[in-house]
């Protein structure tokens, strides 16, 4: 066995800063071992023009490396993971390695075209599931009038920096690209400075994202390919010593998510060709799942779902809201004023003032789900992503690409739960009480839903006896703060999340 370890990839300046990443972390568990990088070009990269899915199959990123790797030039093959087909591999093994990055898809789309946009935009990819997403995407949430304008899908190749630059020459429109390789040149800390040219494309990137507005897609709408931003190493089947040392960098969350996506493309025969998208996310109350569209034989697949949750089955009688429908509440707006240098964070579309101008500023504007997203759009805001229904704790992760910390406050109603807040909040409306049907049986109420904390708090301060029962609630701070009334011990068998109060319906009352 050589003294030497050589950690091999292509020579794309994100496959460099992804080796190089690999080989400090493996350094630092192994101090006495030597490590050498080599780089080589494959032949994906050196045909930039024919679009990716008509190489489906053929493993045009990482067929050239393997045969390295099995002629033993090198010994550890480091790959992007969503570049590896589904295939079982005979000679070699796969091992995830590394904390996974966002696995999110960002959309840059030029600042002027906001002001002076054409009939039709032009959105750069040469994803097919992107292509597939992005169509029915732009109609509901990109601002009104462009929401309505004809897109058009160009293909774009190359490496990062050069599809940034076909971006910035093209005429019109917008590039989709993942977040994980803006996130990883951007965060990049090259001190031996093996990477001459990191420093121009860092600049490059910046001065992209200075000129554009930018959005970061929801996972729930517009679902990533199977472990993007996830990286793994491939070495050959008899190095056992080799898988060790790679087992002591594996993140094991990143591990069990990319496998997921991985396993259920293969149900639907896997490849870049396909036009599907899966996102696996593990939070503390539970795993969610978004999967959407469309298989090869023109099946459309749209799918959300949270695991971990008990088999529950109720009758609308035995409900709060009474007969599973949601109570109403009345609304009035507040005069109050949002400090100019600060990011916003929206909780529903009727926070939002109706008198802001609908020009896109520094600000980011961020909003807690799709509705509300959508009712911002509508009235013509930019919106550069969303909580995605899953809580302001869900944090946006864009300081990266803005290259300052956000800084964000919340719009919300009067009552809102300031305690578990994550942002200051600046209340913009007054919400009434829920209606609460005369006369009104608690006796018979096994289940409820809550929308916010101040209804649970109107209604049980009201009916004590609804404390006892089995509770749901959206994933953020009316969860914490359940559990917190109801007690830890009990809030595991009587407090749970659900993605949203449709979805509760569907799931867990009867018809």
């Not at 570049?83 to 960002?106: A, F, G, N, Q, S």
């Not at 970061?216 to 990533?224: A, G």
């Not at 559990?483 to 949203?500: C, D, H, M, N, P």
Request: glycine content about 6%.
């Amino acid at each position: 066995m050589s003294d030497i370890i050589k950690i091999g990839g292509r020579s794309s300046l994100l496959s460099r800063i992804q080796i190089l990443s690999v080989t400090k972390a493996l350094q630092e568990k192994n101090k006495s071992k030597v490590f050498q990088t080599v780089f080589r070009e494959s032949a994906g990269d050196k045909d930039l023009k024919t679009p990716l899915w008509q190489f489906a199959g053929q493993g045009i990123f990482t067929k050239d490396l393997q045969e390295d790797l099995l002629s033993h030039k090198i010994d550890i093959v480091i790959h992007s993971w969503k570049d590896m087909d589904l295939r079982e591999r005979k000679d070699t093994i796969l091992v995830p390695i590394l904390e996974r990055e966002d696995v999110r898809d960002v959309l840059l789309f030029k600042r002027n075209k906001w002001i002076a946009a054409p009939t039709e935009i032009t959105i750069l990819t040469s994803s097919p599931r992107r292509e597939h997403h992005i169509k029915d995407f732009v109609k509901s949430y990109f601002p009104t009038p462009i929401n309505s304008f004809q897109v058009k899908i160009e293909s774009v190749r190359g490496n990062i920096q050069t599809r940034l630059r076909k971006y910035l020459e093209h005429e019109n429109g917008g590039i989709l690209v993942a977040k994980a390789a803006l996130d990883r040149i951007l965060s990049f800390d090259d001190e031996e400075n093996q990477i001459p040219e990191l420093k121009e494309v860092k600049q490059l990137i910046r001065e992209t994202i200075n000129l554009s507005l930018f959005m970061v897609m929801p996972s729930s709408i517009f679902p990533s390919a199977p472990a993007q931003g996830a990286l793994c190493a491939e070495i050959r089947k008899e190095d056992k010593h080799l898988e060790s040392l790679l087992r002591e960098i594996t993140n094991k969350n990143a591990e069990n998510t990319a496998t997921q996506e991985r396993n259920i493309l293969s149900q639907y025969g896997g490849g870049c060709h396909q036009k599907i998208g899966v996102s696996v996310l593990t939070r503390d109350y539970g795993q969610i799942t978004f999967i959407r569209g469309e298989t090869e034989d023109g099946k459309t697949l749209f799918s959300k779902e949270l695991s971990g949750i008990p088999n529950f089955s109720f009758n609308k009688n035995e409900t709060w809201p009474p007969n599973a429908k949601m109570a109403a509440r009345q609304r009035e707006r507040l005069t109050y004023t949002i400090p100019k240098d600060v990011d916003v964070f929206v909780s529903r579309g009727y926070a939002f003032p109706l008198d802001l101008s609908v020009n896109p500023t520094n600000q980011i504007l961020w909003s807690a789900g799709l509705s509300t997203w959508k009712d911002l759009a509508l009235r013509g805001f930019w919106v550069n992503g969303t909580c995605d229904g899953l809580g302001e704790s869900e944090p946006p992760l864009i300081d990266t690409l803005l290259g300052r910390k956000t800084k964000f406050v919340k719009l919300t109603h009067v009552d809102s739960d300031k305690q578990n807040s994550i942002y200051p909040v600046i209340s913009t409306y007054f919400v009434s009480a829920p209606e609460i049907p005369v006369p009104f049986d608690t006796s018979n109420i096994k289940v409820a839903y809550w929308r916010s904390g101040s209804e649970f708090d109107i209604v049980t301060k009201r009916f004590p006896e609804l404390l006892d029962v089995i509770h749901f609630v959206g994933p953020g701070s009316t969860f914490k703060k359940i559990k917190q009334v109801i007690g830890e011990e009990a809030a595991k068998t009587r407090v749970f999340v659900s993605l949203s109060f449709d979805s509760w319906v569907e799931r867990y009352i009867k018809p």
